[in-house]
Structures are given as structure tokens and as C-alpha cells.
């Protein structure tokens, strides 16, 4: 068995140990006689793993009890429409706020705008290729909107918030699937935060969102799988959810836990990311697009001086171990994506692959 340093954008590394658990698990899960995957959904064995992984999550980003906590499918994507659905009961009068950063951004404002026409977008940094994150004073935001909706990580583009926009007595809503887990968060500073888990939190599937309860139940006109208060009123379980992905989201909120949480996967992404910033900055040879205040410790795009030479610096990079560092082709170039579980070793191995790199074509 070889394990490569994958730095895939999403599905994503997990922690080893996580996979060696899920493993040892598979045939007989702790004495049941049967996987996770076998077990019914209302089992007792079952209903304590998502019990478990729910008050980890808790636990790990101090969700306040004024907080429901869902496990959701349809990834981040259908959140795109079940927000502005959920939170938003006239469409003919109210409104809400997008702040653009990206592509994803795009393709949320485009849901809400199916769901009622006035959409606005507080700011956006289009003009610039998405290279940086709008500053506060560049929100031009409506106090009268129904919510204010961001993206805290650019998962294509590179970057991320370091601060929490101000957004006064209007609900604050993050799309955090590409950053979720790796810093502190304030989660009183927002009325929702949803993260596909396929990035961050585990394999694709579920999708976690972290609502306000008084932000839910304002549409009595909802399909039942879309509501948000009937899905927090059945604990997820309107039907069956997803028991694998859950479960391996379990195993990953323990593995944080293990880790010394939250705040050490900040301490460990801060040093990741440097590390490779400053090897990108220190070369001629190597380039990133993005405004540095606005550089994501997630998702680092880079590009090299002499494009031509970007297929062999991936086939290279393939030979050494180091794979899925091709760029979404609307940057173009690398992007090496460095979650919590890509260990600072791999980082170490794709700097030296860069050196490597340059000093035989540069
Ligand atoms: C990957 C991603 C999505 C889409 O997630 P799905 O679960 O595939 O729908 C949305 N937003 C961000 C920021 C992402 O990184």
C-alpha cells in the first residue's frame, strides 16, 4: 500500500487514523456484529453515533443550545435554495444581501434569485477576479434584508474572511464548506453556517447546517424534506439520512477532539499555510493571484512564471507522490488544498517538489 499526499479540493484527505477506525469497524462495529452501514437508521446502536456527532460539533465550535444542529443531504448546494426558502416568507417584499467572492457566491445569489427577484449584492470583488475578499466599508448593505449571505472560504479562488462582517440586527448566513473546523468561530455572530462535509468535516453526503431557531419556521409553505424546523424537529431523521457519511463525521470530529480541537487546527493550518505562501513569494518563479490579507490557509492557488511548463510540473509532482494539484481551470495553474488532515509533512513534501522544480527549469 502506497498513500499519497492528495490535495484535492473536495472529496478530500482524511485523517488516517479516522480510516484505520472506520477500518477495524467495518464487519462488527464495537460488538453490534454488523457495519454502521447495515444498521438501522432508528437503532439504538445508530441513534447514539449521530447523538455523538452532534454534541461533538457542539462541543468543538460551542454551538449555544439557541442553536439546531442538522445533518442534511443535497450538499451545500441545495442549501443555496433551502435558504433563501426557509428564510424568506414573502418574496414579493423582502429581500436579502450576497456578498460575491466567488464562484460559489454566484451560485448561491443565482438560487435566491429563483426564489424571489430581489436579490442585491452588497458587494463584489468580480472585477478583480474574485483575488481578494471586500472590506468592510465596501458593503453597501441593507439594513431592511431579510439576511446577508457570504462565502467565509473561496475554495476556487483562494481566499478566505479574517474578520466577521458587521452586519447589525441582520442574520449573518456562511457558506463555510471549504473552511469549517479549521479556525475558531464565533457562532453567536451568525444566524446560519452550512458546510458540505466532503472538505473539512468528513465524506461527501451530509451536509451540516447550524441554524438560529428563531430563523426557522417562518415559511409554513414548505416541502416537508426542505424545512428546516421539521428536519430539526425529527432529529434529521425525516427519513434516512445519510448513516454512513455520519458516522465517518463522527470518527472526524474525534479525531479534532484527539487533536487538541479547534484552536490547535488553527495553530497547525496557520503554520501550513505560511510555510507555502512564503515558498510561492520567495520564488520568481512561482506566482499567487491572490491579495495576501485575503489568502486563504484552505485553498492555495499558484501559477508558475513560465505557463508552459504547468503539465509537467503536475505529471512531476504525480511521480512524487503529490497529486490533485491541478487549478480549476477558471484560475488556472496549481491549487494545493491543505485541510485540517493534510499533515504538515505533505506541505514539507510539495515545497521541496517546488524547489526541485525550479532549480531544474528554472
Ligand atoms: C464544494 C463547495 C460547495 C458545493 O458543495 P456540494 O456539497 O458539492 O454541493 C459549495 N460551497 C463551497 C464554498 C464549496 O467549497
Redesign the pocket.
Known sequence: MRRVYNFS??PAVLPVPVLERARDEMLDYRGCGMSVMEMSHRSKDYMAIIANAEALLRELMGIGEDYAVLFLQ???????SMIPMNLIHDPATQTADYIMT?S?SE??YAEAKKIFADVRQAASSKGVNYSRIPRQEELTLNPGAAYVHM??????FGTEYHHVPETGAVPLVA?????ILSRPVDVSRFGLIY?????NLGP?GV?VVIVRKDLMGRNANMPVMLDYQAQAKEGSMLNTPPTYAIYILGLVLEWVKEQGGVAEMERRNIVKADKLYAAIDGSPFYACPTEPASRSRM?VPFTLARPELTDAFLAGAKAAGLVTLKGHRSVGGMRASIYNAMPEAGVDALIAFMREFERSNG
Open positions: 479540493a473536495g443535497g450538499g451545500a448546494t441545495l442549501q443555496f466567488g460559489w451560485k448561491a462565502t467565509s472560504n473561496n475554495t476556487i457558506d463555510a464548506s471549504s473552511n458546510a458540505g462535509a466532503q472538505k461527501s451536509t485553498n
